[in-house]
Every structure is written in C-alpha cells, then in structure tokens.
Nanobody
Framework: QVQLVESGGGLVQAGGSLSLSCAASGRTFSSKMMGWFRQAPGKERECVAVISWSGGITYYVDSVKGRFTISRDSGKNTVNLQMNSLKPEDTAVYYC???????????????????WGQGTQVTVSS
C-alpha cells in the first residue's frame, strides 16, 4: 500500500505561482513513477506531468510545458509540482498518483496508476 497526501493548493491570480507537494508513505519503494493529474468541472481527468521514481525522466502535457516543473525529493518521499504563469484554464482539482508496475515508458493514462491522493483545489482568477 502507498498513501499519498497532497498540499499546497489555493487561490491565485492569473500570472501567479503555486507549488503543490505530494507526500508518499507506506511501500514507497515499490513506486515506479509518480504523476500529477487534474480534473476541472465537467471535464475528464488529464495527466499534467509525470516523473520516474529513480531516473528523473519527466513528461509534461503540452498546455503546461515551460510553465510547470515536476520534481522529486527521494529523501523525503515527496513529489512536487511548481506551477508558474498560471492561467484561469489551469483551475482544477489536482491529484497525485503513484504507479507500482514497471513500464518501458512514462504512463499518462488515468488507469495506469494504482494509488491516488485525495486532491487539492487550485483556482486561478482572471
């Protein structure tokens, strides 16, 4: 079992920044990659960024490239998402997710992940 707890969401004006953190506990050594997803009202949950647990390989959805940065602190078992130049369309509930199955490439599908946090709200006002 892996437990994930997100923090750092909130309300920010367009152009501002927020930093999300995901604290992992339990069998964290079994995680092969970590991802951040988001879900806006009435929309599908989409993958925002992924990082491999050991290699630091990353993926970003096109809409956040150059603005968001995913990173990990293996010593603290945390995965962070630094979000800069935020836009109103970034408003969503953001979820942290962990995948324990090995994969040749980073995975971006909702069903590719085994454990999820409870989510944290990010609201960007115009």
């Amino acid at each position: 079992q892996v437990q994930l707890v997100e923090s750092g969401g909130g309300l920010v004006q367009a152009g501002g920044s927020l930093s999300l953190s995901c604290a992992a506990s339990g069998r964290t050594f079994s995680s092969k990659m970590m991802g951040w997803f988001r879900q806006a009202p009435g929309k599908e949950r989409e993958c925002v960024a992924v990082i491999s647990w050991s290699g630091g390989i990353t993926y970003y959805v096109d809409s956040v490239k150059g603005r968001f940065t995913i990173s990990r602190d293996s010593g603290k078992n945390t995965v962070n998402l630094q979000m800069n130049s935020l836009k109103p369309e970034d408003t969503a509930v953001y979820y942290c997710a962990a995948r324990i199955s090995a994969s040749m490439s980073l995975r971006t599908g909702r069903n590719d992940y085994d454990y999820w946090g409870q989510g944290t709200q990010v609201t960007v006002s115009s």
